[in-house]
């Protein structure tokens, strides 16, 4: 599903460049649930960015589901972005003023769905996410563990290839995180591909790959079970 | 096109803008006090420039008087200081070499500028009034309202110099009782019977017109007659074309007649003239510099509120960075950032523009109604044609687009990358 060959990336510091992606090779297969540690600067974020196309990278190659992802400009970006994925964040990102069934149409209105079906769609996720009682509360109405599972219903109703959690548990107390965690797993089992970020072992020991990143090269990639 | 009438585009619109309400509103008050001032001010020139074309109605416009003193520079061998008389053989030469010249009134007169004016009496009731001795032409000129029941002087009565006149009201009033219909009665003036035919109604015609109520008018060739004035006129009525310049048609009038008369091409005295006409350009020329001046500060006022729209934008899409990045992520394209924001911006002009518009109105009437009965006050009927509105709603349509570019560019120039790390 995606594949990494030699990919490096630097950013450029006033005079100086920062080395921060120095040649990853990953392949993640379809179906997979892998987890990508890492202290901060290991890179794992700026990996994540790149896989999201949120970011460019300078050499090597980046395919996704045998698509090539190169030198997007922002519509195509987006467009893909649309299309092929769903992310999750660490802060939730909902759109503060919008309900959480307004929240996960969201990406479908931008996929120019129709009113209604957005709204059905919408709705099945929520149910999904097992949150169909919330559907016309605010995020500010939502416990963070609420919040969480709405953004991975939005994530996941534009029916994306790929799902991305950058520390999807990072603002959340334990019980909620493996809350989280099993939904994640639980959308696993179903076929999505998901790749999450985190430094916390116990949440990565429960994806079934574990690919560590160090000062931008893999240091270990080990599947579980 | 179709983003503008899908109900979507509108709930992201009002999501966005409905954020801050009280800003929102701050923000629209801005432009709606530019349209605002922009109806109200075009709207009060337009009934300053009504207001005085009605007072001025009654009259031709393009009219002026000219009369005949006395010379202040010697001359084709005349002394200074010699009297000059128009002659009514003036007003034919005038009109046939002056093509601009659409009428000429002459007008003989007794009681004002220093002649004292006619005996009338009625039985016991008697008084002094002004008399003129007048040609049907007057009327063309310079409207008159005769009551029902009588007529002005007509050419048969200047060709068979009738004994008989035209009174004003005052004139009525102070030699007649109240019961009393005078049409057809006579009375004595200087000891002649004259038949009154009519009796005019006292208007104010403003702008130095020589009208009063206590007056009688009678045909020219009889106020000659008994005055043995022979073919002297007193003063000239003379009404240009509505097309031509009446300042040049009195530099011609004088020029000529200073030309019959024997008079030196300098001499400003020798002839007298009031131009009615330059007055009322000139009037004229003050309105429409009112609602031209009321134009540039309706604009300004408008430009300055939707340069506030696009101010407020910007830092509204510095305060929605991350949203803006939030979308982007979830698959927004520059494209719908852009026009979003650009909604945003015309959909405020426009509520703005319409609330303006409206509340304007509401002024202007408030204001017709307080002065309609205020005789005194040239103001009537303030208006705003509808293409000045239009026109108005297009240009903050336009700059509304315009200004909202601003904010959009910002706002797609963020990276999503950027917005959405965490702090």
Not at chain 2, 367 to 377: A, K
Request: charged share 25%; glycine share 10%; hydrophobic share 40%.
């Amino acid at each position: 599903m995606i594949e990494i060959k030699k990919l490096n990336k630097s950013y450029r510091i006033g005079q100086n460049s920062l080395h921060v992606l120095k040649g990853i090779d990953l392949k993640i297969n379809e179906g997979e649930l892998v987890a990508i540690m890492g202290s901060s600067g290991s890179g794992k974020s700026t990996l994540l960015n790149i896989i999201g196309m949120l970011d460019n990278y300078d050499s090597g190659l980046y395919s996704l589901d045998n698509f090539p992802i190169k030198d997007l400009d922002e519509t195509k970006a987006a467009k893909y972005r649309n299309q092929f994925l769903g992310f999750v964040f660490q802060s939730f990102n909902l759109i503060n003023y919008k309900t959480a069934l307004e929240n996960i149409a969201l990406p479908l209105y931008y996929q120019g769905v129709s009113r209604k079906e957005r709204q059905g769609i919408a709705l099945e996720y929520l149910d999904k996410v097992g949150l169909a009682d919330w559907a016309e509360h605010l995020p500010s109405e939502l416990s963070g563990g609420q919040k969480q599972r709405i953004a991975i219903a939005r994530a996941l109703a534009s029916q994306p290839k790929v799902l991305l959690a950058d520390e999807p548990t990072g603002a959340l107390d334990s019980t909620t995180s493996e809350e989280v965690m099993s939904l994640i797993k639980k959308i696993n089992k179903e076929g999505k591909t998901i790749l999450v970020v985190t430094h916390e072992h116990d949440i990565a020991n429960m994806c079934n790959r574990i690919v560590t990143l160090k000062d931008g090269v893999i240091m270990t990639d080990v599947k579980i079970k | 096109m179709n983003t503008i009438f899908d109900r979507d585009t509108w709930q992201e619109i009002f999501g966005s803008i409905g954020q801050n309400k009280m800003r929102t509103i701050i923000t629209i008050i801005g432009v709606l006090w530019g349209i605002l001032l922009y109806i109200v001010l075009s709207g009060a020139a337009k009934g300053v420039d009504n207001g005085f074309e009605k007072q001025f109605e009654r009259i031709s416009s393009n009219m002026l008087f000219i009369w005949a003193q006395s010379t202040s520079i010697p001359y084709a061998g005349f002394k200074t200081d010699r009297g000059i008389r128009l002659k009514l053989s003036d007003v034919k030469t005038l009109k046939n070499n002056i093509p601009e010249i659409q009428y000429i009134a002459p007008r003989i007169q007794k009681g004002n500028f220093g002649s004292s004016g006619a005996n009338a009496k009625n039985g016991k009731r008697s008084g002094t009034f002004n008399i003129y001795g007048d040609y049907p032409v007057l009327t063309i000129v310079t409207q008159k309202d005769i009551y029902d029941g009588g007529r002005f002087i007509n050419e048969l009565d200047i060709k068979e110099e009738r004994k008989v006149c035209v009174i004003g009201e005052r004139t009525q009033k102070e030699l007649f009782k109240d019961d009393v219909n005078p049409i057809g009665k006579y009375i004595n003036i200087n000891s002649i019977y004259f038949r009154i035919i009519g009796i005019h109604k006292y208007v104010d015609e403003g702008g130095g017109s020589f009208n009063d109520d206590g007056d009688i008018h009678v045909p020219f060739s009889t106020f000659k007659r008994i005055y043995n004035t022979g073919d002297v006129v007193g003063f000239l009525l003379i009404a240009g074309f509505d097309d031509v310049n009446i300042l040049e048609v009195e530099e011609k009038v004088r020029a000529q007649l200073k030309e019959i008369h024997k008079i030196h091409p300098d001499d400003k005295q020798a002839i007298g003239g009031f131009n009615l006409g330059a007055l009322f350009t000139r009037i004229k020329n003050f309105a429409k510099g009112i609602s031209f001046i009321s134009l540039i500060i309706g604009i300004a006022t408008i430009l300055a509120g939707v340069i506030g729209i696009g101010n407020i934008l910007l830092i509204s899409v510095k305060e929605r960075t991350k949203e803006i990045g939030i979308r982007r992520a979830i698959g927004a394209s520059p494209n719908h950032i852009r026009r979003q924001i650009i909604l945003e911006s015309v959909f405020l002009t426009i509520i703005a523009g319409v609330i303006g518009i409206i509340l304007g109105a509401f002024i202007l009437y408030i204001i017709n109604i307080s002065t309609q009965n205020l005789e005194d006050m040239p103001f009537t009927n303030p208006t705003v044609p509808i293409n000045f509105i239009l026109g108005a709603l297009l240009l903050m349509v336009g700059l509304g687009t315009l200004i909202g570019f601003i904010p959009a560019e910002k706002a797609i120039s963020i990276k999503p990358i950027e917005a959405l790390k965490d702090e």
